[in-house]
């Protein structure tokens, strides 16, 4: 067959790649099962479309094989350790776009990322899609490591997917394979920022999140030094709120989030913008993540405790991730409300983006274009009020005005950030009712956004 003799002449050509590859990624892959790695016994259940090629093979410098998954059809591979594990690597080549591979196992909260590899996948949660390849290129888009860490030691893993374009070499890397899961890197053995390390012996799981359970704010950190600070509202099983980061040289970033709980399981996103605003002082990359926690309880105290996980499309970005532990501090204290804010003159404002008027009357339309939430704002142009404690609606609220001179402000103070903060308001500018800008601005009770409008 043509796909068999391009399959054996790229094996032949990427062969003196093994060796070097599989030190690199420390990888020596199994693929065949049953089989017995370090006391312990793997078998696999096939289901749908799972067969096994004639060997293992290499491609972007990874071996994998000879269990080739979703060759024509859709598929679904599970594979049983006889002693529960963690950590496990599992490495996969020949991958083709249009492809992809969800990973599940039977106990606790999974986190899932790439290690090692470059020709990387793009990753949404536990799934990871092959990226689409380059020009000219037909046979295997993306080969990587990826590595299951759960909250609890486990003793199967699914993988499943589509299927197609010829399939998928995959393989179990030998050394990750190990009884040894006291010392497994779970997002449970991390100390949060009060010096408590949690471990198995003292932690009480919630098999079901209660409403408002989450609400509050969180303090927490990780094995880097980077400090970060949640303020969370839960409403049923969603929650929004904001994200504060404060790396190590002392640069900081501040995300607003969003997400949703299932069961024991907490997980969110940065919204767009992103950030909401950053002051770093090196040469930080900021990259999107996909955040996944389980909440326990130690001593009567509420912890998060999870994994960070890039999901940003950039180079620079693929395959970074950190655990991370929160305790809870406080209930939600003024996250409805800004009654206590920091005064205007106090708080830091953040200029946003510049625009330049074609003549002085202008018109700002302000309005809330998501749900209602209870948003109360106040406009400042040049620190005058122009718009005092007014209550954010669907409906657009129009302010006419005469521009001055020169360079001029407008800065969007929050004074109660409703039920899903931060603070957020759409915002159009017209002149001669046609539209000369459009953007959000968002506050919290310590910062606020605002607008350059320069005039002649």
């Known amino acids: 067959m043509m796909y068999n003799r391009i399959i054996i002449l790229l094996s032949s050509l990427l062969f003196f790649c093994q060796t070097m590859a599989?030190?690199?990624?420390?990888?020596?892959?199994?693929?065949?099962?049953?089989?017995?790695?370090?006391?312990?016994?793997?078998?696999?259940?096939?289901?749908g479309d799972v067969s096994a090629y004639y060997s293992a093979a290499v491609y972007c410098d990874l071996?994998?094989?000879?269990?080739?998954?979703?060759?024509?059809?859709?598929?679904?591979?599970?594979?049983?350790?006889?002693?529960?594990?963690?950590?496990v690597e599992y490495v996969l080549n020949w991958s083709e776009f249009g492809e992809s591979f969800t990973f599940d196992v039977n106990k606790g909260i999974l986190t899932a990322k790439q290690i090692c590899g470059n020709c990387p996948y793009t990753q949404t949660k536990n799934t990871f899609i092959p990226e689409k390849q380059s020009s000219g290129s037909y046979y295997g888009a993306s080969?990587?490591?990826?590595?299951?860490?759960?909250?609890?030691?486990?003793?199967?893993?699914?993988?499943?997917?589509?299927?197609?374009?010829?399939?998928?070499?995959?393989?179990?890397?030998?050394?990750?394979?190990?009884?040894?899961?006291?010392s497994a890197e779970t997002a449970i053995s991390l100390a949060c920022n009060d010096n408590s390390p949690l471990t198995e012996s003292f932690i009480s799981t919630f098999s079901e999140i209660k409403n408002d359970t989450i609400s509050g704010k969180w303090t927490g950190s990780n094995t880097k030094g980077t400090q970060s600070e949640l303020e969370i509202v839960q409403e049923g099983s969603k929650i929004k709120?904001?994200?504060?980061?404060?790396?190590?040289?002392?640069?900081?970033?501040?995300?607003?989030?969003?997400?949703?709980?299932?069961?024991?399981?907490v997980e969110w996103t940065e919204d767009d913008p992103f950030p909401f605003e950053a002051n770093l002082v090196n040469d930080i990359i900021l990259c999107k993540t996909y955040n996944v926690f389980s909440l326990t309880s130690k001593n009567g105290r509420l912890y998060l405790t999870g994994t960070h996980t890039s999901i940003d499309k950039r180079a620079e970005c693929h395959g970074i991730s950190g655990d991370y532990c929160y305790v809870k501090k406080t209930a939600p204290v003024n996250i409805t409300t800004a009654n206590n804010a920091v005064p205007i003159q106090e708080r830091k404002v953040v200029p946003v983006a510049n625009l330049k008027l074609p003549e002085k009357k202008f018109t700002i339309v302000i309005w809330d274009d998501h749900k209602e939430d209870g948003d109360i704002v106040t406009l400042f142009l040049n620190g005058k009020a122009i718009l005092e404690n007014y209550?954010?609606?669907?409906?657009?609220?129009?302010?006419?005005?005469?521009?001055?001179?020169?360079?001029?402000?407008?800065?969007?103070?929050?004074?109660s950030m409703g039920t899903s903060p931060p603070n957020t308001a759409a915002i159009k500018i017209l002149c001669k009712d046609k539209t000369i800008k459009r953007l959000v601005l968002k506050s919290t009770d310590k910062t606020s956004q605002s607008l350059i409008i320069k005039s002649n």
């Not at 669907?394 to 360079?407: F, M, Q, R, S, Y």
């Open 241 to 265: 709120g904001f994200e504060n980061i404060r790396f190590s040289d002392g640069s900081e970033a501040l995300y607003s989030i969003s997400g949703s709980i299932d069961g024991e399981k």
């Open 391 to 415: 209550t954010l609606e669907n409906a657009p609220k129009e302010i006419t005005l005469v521009c001055p001179d020169g360079e001029n402000e407008l800065v969007m103070q929050a004074e």
């Open 143 to 182: 080969a990587g490591i990826i590595k299951l860490s759960s909250t609890q030691p486990y003793t199967s893993v699914t993988i499943s997917g589509p299927g197609g374009q010829n399939g998928t070499l995959m393989g179990i890397c030998i050394n990750s394979i190990s009884t040894d899961v006291k």
């Open 63 to 87: 071996e994998a094989g000879p269990a080739l998954l979703g060759r024509n059809k859709a598929f679904s591979y599970t594979i049983t350790f006889s002693t529960p594990v963690n950590n």
């Open 22 to 47: 599989q030190n690199n990624c420390n990888c020596n892959p199994v693929g065949a099962f049953p089989a017995i790695i370090n006391g312990i016994t793997l078998t696999g259940t096939p289901t």
